[in-house]
């Protein structure tokens, strides 16, 4: 029996590189003999990306397009793409060609070897800043420290899945999530392949360091609670170097007959006042996880549809 695949890719500002992904994607899929569909989510473009991708919609049905209501974030967006699609095997990769659609048919192939997640690793990043590259692995280091679901350096959001995990994907209701880390909490026997990301056919990435921080601290609260047990050893270890001074400070009486040091009173404020900051932090955070789970909103709001 013939297999149906979908693609499913975001959009965020690709006016002028969509029609490319998908002159891309049909060259690459169509050699592969599968009934195939593209789902493609507008995830709050300010620019004309949703009317050209429509264009092409009117002449090839095959093509099937979600417009959310505002910007809900890519992992919102995958996941529209993924409850609307209708494929046996479903492959998620961006639309800015960043992650190489030449990978497809080998990915398709472990699929009928019967590996159910097909995942990646980007290896390099072609003409990626000093910057990026730092933070982007400073982020997997310290994930991967904090979190008891373990992530490959380099791990992406293009993967091939069955449609049984796409359906426990779909299922799972948490609102904060953090796709990558969500398919390794999954399981089910994977495959990982390794490639080199190009540069962006077209357009500016929307990606930067405030989002990469978000997303850290978003990733790390939703698979970790290591942070909660740091800042209370931190407590604990503060204390400890507090009650050490403070048998200084009565040593210090008794021997010189004074007190002395502002200076070492204002140190011991602003350390027990700094450690008290972040622990509150820290637990603010996991609160505004709650915060958001309780209020039970959609993940995302569909203002339009063509060809679903």
């Not at 373990?150 to 796409?166: C, E, F, M, N, Q």
Request: proline share 3%.
């Amino acid at each position: 029996m013939n297999q149906m695949l979908s693609i499913v890719s975001p959009m965020h500002n690709e006016e002028h590189g969509i029609l490319e992904f998908i002159s891309e994607i049909k060259r690459i899929v169509s050699p592969l003999g599968h009934d195939f569909e593209i789902v493609l989510v507008d995830d709050g473009s300010k620019d004309k990306t949703y009317e050209v991708a429509k264009s092409a919609a009117k002449d090839d049905k095959r093509i099937k397009l979600l417009k959310l209501s505002r910007n809900f974030g890519k992992e919102a967006a995958l996941l529209a793409g993924l409850t609307y699609s209708q494929g046996d095997l479903i492959v998620m990769l961006d639309s800015d060609l960043q992650h190489p659609p030449e990978l497809i048919p080998s990915m398709v192939a472990k699929f009928q070897e019967g590996i159910e997640v097909v995942k990646t690793i980007r290896t390099y990043t072609e003409k990626q800043s000093l910057q990026s590259t730092l933070a982007s692995k400073m982020f997997y280091y310290i994930f991967n420290k904090l979190s008891y679901v373990p992530i490959h350096s380099g791990a992406t959001d293009y993967l091939l899945i069955s449609k049984r995990v796409k359906e426990v994907f779909c299922s799972m209701g948490e609102y904060d999530r953090f796709n990558r880390g969500l398919f390794s909490w999954i399981g089910f026997e994977s495959f990982t392949f390794e490639y080199v990301a190009k540069e962006r056919f077209a357009g500016e990435t929307s990606f930067n360091l405030r989002l990469l921080i978000r997303l850290a601290l978003s990733s790390i609260t939703s698979f970790s609670g290591k942070p909660l047990r740091i800042s209370f050893y931190v407590g604990l270890c503060t204390l400890g170097v507090l009650f050490l001074y403070l048998l200084y400070v009565v040593y210090d009486f008794f021997h010189h007959g004074t007190i002395r040091g502002w200076s070492s009173l204002f140190f011991s404020i602003t350390m027990l006042g700094s450690v008290q900051l972040i622990s509150i932090g820290v637990l603010g955070e996991y609160i505004y996880r709650i915060y958001n789970e309780v209020k039970r909103r959609p993940h995302y709001i569909v203002d339009e549809k063509s060809n679903l």
